[in-house]
């Protein structure tokens, strides 16, 4: 799901479609590519992505961009519960206005509330307090992206840490971590294209 996302991004005319940000950008990797040349690049950065998306951990060229824009940490939803619960002060320290990947959350419920949409994040099957509560981002992509997802499905989020409200940890600005490989597509071809001979690699293999 999340690579054919990516690359409707690369194909598509509009911005619109389903799991495209409004704001994506659209110029090509200078300098210009042929067709061949292009298709190649693209596949290779999909699997990069493939790489980054199935830990977050990996080296990649999509762990560089995203880190260079906003310098992420990965924390699964009991961990970061767990730290509020345990000392509300040492968890602001580390996650308040810090960006991370809230990888594994199994959605427990999806609310919309004075146009305020947010996903609240199992913890535990008899947990009732403490639940990491995620704020999504204003944003007509995220909410449509969001419509397709249910209760009781895994997903991971980008977010950014406000605290905690009633003893769980507080999220906003939340995305679907797919989003933001989305924005940071061409900045990803633009890194694999500058690589040293990797120009005469695309020429080569036309």
Not at 6 to 29: H, R, V
Not at 109 to 135: A, H, M, Y
Not at 170 to 177: A, H, K, M, S, T
Request: hydrophobic residues 35%; neutral net charge.
């Amino acid at each position: 799901m999340k690579k054919t996302l990516l690359l409707s991004c690369i194909l598509a005319a509009s911005a619109s479609l389903i799991g495209c940000s409004e704001d994506t950008p659209k110029a090509p990797p200078k300098p210009a590519m042929s067709v061949v040349q292009e298709s190649i690049l693209n596949s290779l950065v999909l699997s990069d992505w493939d790489t980054f998306s199935s830990n977050y951990e990996s080296e990649s060229f999509f762990k560089e961009a995203i880190r260079q824009k906003y310098n992420f940490t990965v924390v699964a939803p009991r961990v970061i519960s767990n730290a509020y619960k345990n000392n509300e002060l040492a968890a602001d320290k580390k996650y308040k206005g810090k960006f991370m990947i809230i990888k594994g959350c199994l959605i427990d419920d999806i609310d919309k509330t004075l146009d305020q949409v947010s996903v609240t994040c199992r913890i535990g099957r008899w947990e009732i307090v403490g639940n990491p509560f995620l704020v999504m981002r204003e944003n007509k992509a995220t909410e449509e992206n969001l419509a397709n997802v249910n209760k009781g499905e895994t997903h991971d989020f980008f977010c950014k840490g406000d605290g905690t409200l009633l003893g769980g940890p507080v999220l906003r600005e939340c995305r679907f971590v797919y989003e933001v490989g989305n924005e940071t597509f061409d900045d990803v071809k633009n890194m694999v294209f500058s690589r040293p001979g990797y120009a005469e690699e695309l020429k080569k293999a036309e």
